[in-house]
C-alpha cells in the first residue's frame, strides 16, 4: 500500500524527505523490520523507538514516524502530533479498514468483561453469526484460538486480526476493552454498535496512579464518536454516573435500581442460575450454569446487547440453558469428597464476590490460594488479602506473575491483611499439591487469580503454566 494512502486522515505535522512508498510493513518493532517498511518511534516503560531508527533504517525501512522533528537522511520522516493516535489511524488504513466492515461489540469494565464477552458471543453464534472474539483469554475466529498477551492488543497486531477476521468471513466481533488500551489509544478509531458497561472497581493504581484517573479513563470513552449505543449496570455507582451523564445513547440493566433490563427472583446454587429476565420488556425464565449472583450482571448485559442487535429472549433463554462453562472463571471439579474450584478473580471486588458465594456453601473448611502480581501497589495486595481473610479457613500464600519483585517483598504485604491462618509456599504448583493433600472430605479449596491463563511471569520470564493442567493430574483427568 502507498504511504500516502497510509497517512490518510493522520494529523501530520511535518514531513522529511517524502516518497510515495509503497509499503510492505508497519511495526513499532525494529526487530520486525523488512525491506520497505514504516517505523513507528513509540516512548515504552524500558526503551525509546528514537534509539532504534539506525538499526531500522539497515533493516530497509524506508519511512520514519515520530512525534518531533528528528533528521535521518534519505529517509521519509513523519512528524504526527499524537504518535499513538497516528499509530492506530496507520494501522487501520494499513489494513483496509476491516473494523468499519463488521459489527463491533465492546465490554468495558473492571470485572466481568471476560464472561460478558463469552455469553455475547454464544449467544450470536447459536443464531448463525460468525462471530470473532478479543479478550483476556484468547484470540478465537474460524473455530481456532489463538493465544494473546494482553486483554486488548496493540493496533498493528488488532488491525491485522480484524483484517485476518474479515477475510474468513467473519461478521460480528466481540471485544473486550481494557483501560489501558484506552489510555493508549490502541482502539482510536474504531467505531463500536453498541459497547458494554460492566462495573468499576479498584484496579491497575499501579498504572493509573489514582482511582480518578482510572474511572474517568474509562468514562471518558462513552463518546459518541466511539459507538452508537450503550449498556450500562445502572447499580454500579460509577455505571449510575455514566447513565446520567453520557451523550451516547444508553439503556440500563441491574437487580436494585429501576433500570430498562432487570432479574426477579433468582435463585442460586452451585448447580448454576435460575431468574426471571425482563430485558427491554422481553421477559423468560433463564436457567443456566453459570454461577454467582455477579454472572447475573453479566447475563443481563450480554442479552440486553442481543436484544438489541434484534434476538429474541426465547432464543436466548435455549442459548444460556446449554451455555459451556467459562475457561478460568469458577470452574469446579471433584475429587474423594474434596471440591477444587479455580477463578481469575483478582481484585479486592471480584474475590469478595466469589468468597461470599461460596463461603455459605462450604460442608466444612474453606482453604483459599492466591498471591498478588509483582506491579500491584501495597494497598492493593492488602485490601486482597483482607478480602481472601473475610471468608477463609486458612490461606496459602503463593506466587502469581511476580516478575522482578522478590516473592518476600509481596508476601511481607499479603499477610499484614490477614489474621486466619495462614502459610507461605512460593512455587504455585507445590502450594496447590500441598493445599490438596491437606484437605479432608468436604473441604473446599479455592485457587485464585491465574483463571485460564496459561503461564506464569517470573523475572523476565514468562514460564508455561496452568492452574487447570495442576488441578486435573491432581484428581487424575
Known sequence: MRLKKILENVRVKKLNNFKNYNINCIT??????????????????????LDYIDDAVSRGAKCIVVDHDVYVPNIAVVVV????????????????????????????????????TMIISHILKSIGRNVGIIGTNFIYFDNIRHDSCFTTPDPLELHYVFYQMRMLGIDTVVMEISAQAIFYKKVYGIRYRIVDFTNISVEHLDFFGSMDKYVQTKLDYFSPKNMDECVVNIDD??????????????????????ANSFALDIVESLDGLEFTANILDDIATIQTGLLGRYNVY????????CKMLGISVVAMKNCLQSMPPIDGRFNVYYKDGKRLIIDFAHTPDSIEKVLSFIRPR???????IFGCVGYSDTAKRVAMSRAVDRYADKIIITTDNRGV?????????????????????????????????????????????????????????????????VVKKLIGK
Open 28 to 49: 513499532h518493532k525494529s526487530n520486525d523490520v523488512v525491506k520497505n517498511s514504516i517505523f513507528i518511534c513509540i516512548a515504552g516503560e524500558k526503551y525509546n523507538g
Open 405 to 469: 519483585v522478590p516473592f518476600e517483598d509481596i508476601m511481607r504485604d499479603m499477610i499484614k491483611g490477614i489474621t486466619t491462618q495462614y502459610e507461605c509456599i512460593e512455587d504455585r504448583c507445590n502450594a496447590i499439591m500441598y493445599a490438596y493433600d491437606i484437605m479432608s472430605n468436604g473441604d473446599t479449596l479455592v485457587i485464585l487469580g491465574k483463571g485460564a491463563e496459561n503461564f506464569q511471569t517470573i523475572g523476565n520470564d514468562r514460564v508455561e503454566y496452568s492452574d487447570t493442567a
Open 362 to 368: 462450604c460442608e466444612k473448611r474453606l482453604i483459599v
Open 298 to 305: 453479566n447475563i443481563l448485559g450480554a442479552m440486553t446487547v
Open 237 to 258: 455507582p460509577y455505571g449510575k454516573k455514566l447513565a446520567y451523564d453520557t451523550l451516547v445513547p444508553s439503556i440500563s440493566y441491574g437487580l436494585l435500581s429501576p
Open 81 to 116: 502530533k499524537d504518535i499513538r493516535i497516528a499509530m492506530s489511524i496507520m494501522a487501520k488504513n494499513f489494513y483496509n479498514k476491516c473494523c468499519d466492515q463488521m459489527e463491533m461489540i465492546g465490554v468495558v469494565g473492571t470485572s466481568g468483561k471476560t464472561s460478558t
